[in-house]
């Protein structure tokens, strides 16, 4: 490539991936920049052959700064001892299905995500300023051996507008109901220990349903829900977005979750990495267990097959 094209390239990059017509985020990837040079020139690139072009041109992946610490598990003495709802209905002695919650919400300042730019140039997102508002996201990871995992979620779009609310204890029963129906058994369902989960309403409309069995996770233990890999899946997919409309943006996270219910295997991998190993091939009538290496009381780094609600 001589001085010349390397110019046009650059003028390219600098005018932005929606002026290139990605217009659905403006994050510069390899895989893009080679398709660009493929437009411009009609000349074939590498991945590699790419990444070596920009690093001559003066160009550099610039990665957000990580987030900060979160309040670990680490001090909790019951997660220590590795005791979790050792008492309690099991979802083996109901053929029940296993459903983790989560909750997420997205606004139109999209997350940070990893992007090529100059060397030494923060890359700087545009987006709308227009209005306010943001959309809500509950959803349903759920487990049963010998069946396939599935992802059931529901959306609310919160506009600003006075009155309006995230999820609330009406809204929580309705998937459940949804997830009842659509999985055909009962449930055992388990999630934070968020107030809308605990308080008087929600365990009335929980008690008038004789098919769930809820049990609380520790507090301060995300890790433990693999349902929280739905989200981080989700946040990441949307880094550096640019929707004009909170409807772009409801249709955009719809788009992605839609893809993660396709995707079975991307579903055990959330499970896989809360501690929750798959077992398919296995003669135990409950072929899963939890293993959880980073307690202190589980030495051989896995727990006991079966679920006696989440017990070491």
């Not at 001589?2 to 895989?31: H, M, V």
């Amino acid at each position: 490539m001589n001085e010349q094209q390397a110019g046009r390239l650059e003028d390219a990059l600098d005018a932005g991936p929606a002026a290139c017509g990605w217009a659905e985020d403006q994050r510069w990837t390899l895989a893009r920049v080679t398709v660009l040079i493929d437009r411009l020139f009609q000349v074939s690139y590498t991945l590699r052959g790419t990444s070596y072009l920009l690093h001559r041109l003066g160009w550099s992946p610039q990665v957000p700064p990580a987030p900060g610490g979160r309040t670990g598990r680490g001090g909790h003495r019951h997660l220590d001892q590795g005791d979790l709802a050792e008492r309690g209905k099991t979802a083996r002695d109901q053929e029940a299905w296993i459903c983790f919650e989560d909750e997420a919400g997205q606004s139109l300042r999209p997350p940070k995500a990893r992007t090529w730019s100059r060397r030494g140039c923060t890359p700087v997102i545009t987006v709308t300023g227009k209005g306010s508002g943001r959309v809500s996201i509950a959803g349903l990871l759920c487990l049963r051996p010998g069946h396939r995992t599935r992802l059931i979620y529901r959306m609310r779009r919160y506009r600003g507008r006075r009155g309006e609310k995230g999820f609330r204890e009406a809204d929580h029963a309705r998937l459940l109901d949804a997830a009842h129906q659509q999985l055909g058994g009962p449930i055992v369902l388990i999630w934070d220990n968020l107030m809308t989960h605990r308080d008087a309403p929600m365990r009335r409309l929980i008690d008038s349903r004789p098919w769930p069995a809820v049990f609380y996770l520790p507090s301060y233990a995300p890790e433990l829900n693999p349902a929280e890999g739905v989200c981080s899946h989700l946040k990441r997919s949307l880094g550096n977005l640019a929707p004009a409309t909170l409807d772009q943006l409801a249709a955009l996270i719809r788009t992605r979750l839609r893809r993660m219910q396709r995707r079975s295997s991307l579903q055990d991998a959330f499970f896989t990495h809360a501690g929750l190993v798959i077992a398919r091939a296995c003669d135990e009538p409950w072929p899963f267990k939890f293993c959880r290496g980073c307690l202190k009381s589980c030495p051989s780094r896995g727990w006991s097959a079966g679920w006696d609600g989440v017990r070491c």
